[in-house]
């Protein structure tokens, strides 16, 4: 590991004019990853300003949404009632994610900065073009099970690893930033880059910008989201594929519906084609199997992935066809 200066910041404020006065600083939430790759010596920042003390909170936001601090562990929000009652899918993505142990000490903004867990990017001894721009990619003619099949480049095909980042692309999740020109709040979606040709840069935050908190706005049929998580183990492992839903029924028709999905995407992937696909149509067989279809038809799938195109529409279909009948029993008991 290089050596690095370390500040515990008492502010927001504070941490962003360090964080404007010294080159290659980073923030540090929990570490669990950042930590991590400081070891490898695949990131060597100068300083490391220590925000995880920062924003501990979760309030009602005045629309009836949260308004949760960037330094809330992910293991308390996974629990908060507030959380659990309006937005269960979230919670249930949290804790489909890392160890009991990474949950306790992740931040939620942390958790949303998580980098790929490439196999390549972690191997100092091989190419990728995310570590060193343009030194190449050993996954594109490697092993790729793990790796992306939407939102790909010919320089990178690495997942975005967060449960907690693709149940929150499903409930619109804001973020609010804070940054030499103050603050500005963006959707979730807009956060995360493709890779393209740059899959080194993998946000649209500026140097000094930090994350201050993550807003989920009310959504009433968030109450029965839900989140499914297919992997290789039943636990401390990352998602092959992973569906956020909800659903809204007006009749048998289908009114609203959000669906993300992870492990798949080089970001946490919001279906847009698939929800508009879903969105007005007669919540049947046929629509489900027509929006997912519509969602995969930009899928670009390698030799040791293409099981995903089918893993996907197996599990999403299986997942609409759930909220399908939790939405009609809900509808029968009121
Ligand atoms: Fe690096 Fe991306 Fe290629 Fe993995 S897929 S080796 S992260 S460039």
Redesign the pocket.
């Known amino acids: 590991m290089r050596a690095f200066d370390y500040h515990q910041a008492v502010g927001s404020e504070q941490a962003i004019e360090r964080a404007m006065r010294r080159e290659q600083a980073r923030y540090l939430g929990g570490g669990t990853n950042l930590v991590d790759l400081m070891r490898e010596t695949i990131e060597g920042p100068a300083m490391l300003i220590d925000v995880s003390n920062l924003a501990r909170d979760i309030e009602e936001s005045e629309s009836g949404g949260l308004f949760i601090g960037a330094g809330v562990t992910n293991a308390e929000l996974a629990a908060d009632p507030r959380v659990r009652r309006q937005y269960p899918g979230l919670s249930r993505a949290i804790l489909c994610g890392a160890s009991a142990q990474i949950r306790n000490r992740a931040t939620v903004a942390g958790n949303l900065l998580q980098r ?1 867990r ?1 196999a ?2 972690y191997d100092i001894g ?1 190419h ?4 060193e721009p343009g030194n190449g ?4 003619e490697g092993f790729h099970r793990y ?1 992306a099949i939407l939102g790909t480049s010919s ?4 997942t975005h690893p967060s449960d907690m980042a693709v149940a929150m692309v499903a409930l619109e999740a804001r973020v609010h930033l804070r940054g030499r020109d103050g603050e500005r709040v963006i959707a979730l979606t807009e956060l995360y880059r493709e890779p393209g040709e740059r ?1 080194d840069l993998e946000t649209v935050l500026t140097a000094e910008e930090l994350i201050v908190a993550v807003e989920l706005p009310p959504l009433p049929m968030a109450a029965s989201s839900e989140y499914r998580k297919v992997r290789d183990r039943a636990s401390y492992a990352f998602a092959l594929l992973s569906v956020a839903s909800m659903l809204e029924l007006d009749g048998a028709t289908i009114k609203q519906v959000r669906l993300a999905l992870g492990g798949v995407g080089t970001r946490p992937w919001r279906a847009w084609k698939a929800e508009a696909a879903l969105r007005g149509r007669p919540a049947n067989a046929a629509t489900f199997e027509a929006a997912i279809d519509a969602e995969l038809a930009a899928a670009r799938p390698q030799s040791d992935n293409a099981f995903k195109v089918q893993l996907a529409r197996r599990v999403v279909i299986s997942e609409l066809n759930q909220r399908l009948a939790q939405a009609r029993q809900g509808g029968e008991a009121s």
């Open positions: 790929t490439c390549y990017f091989a990728c073009n995310k570590r990619c050993d996954a594109q790796h320089s990178c095909l690495a899959p």
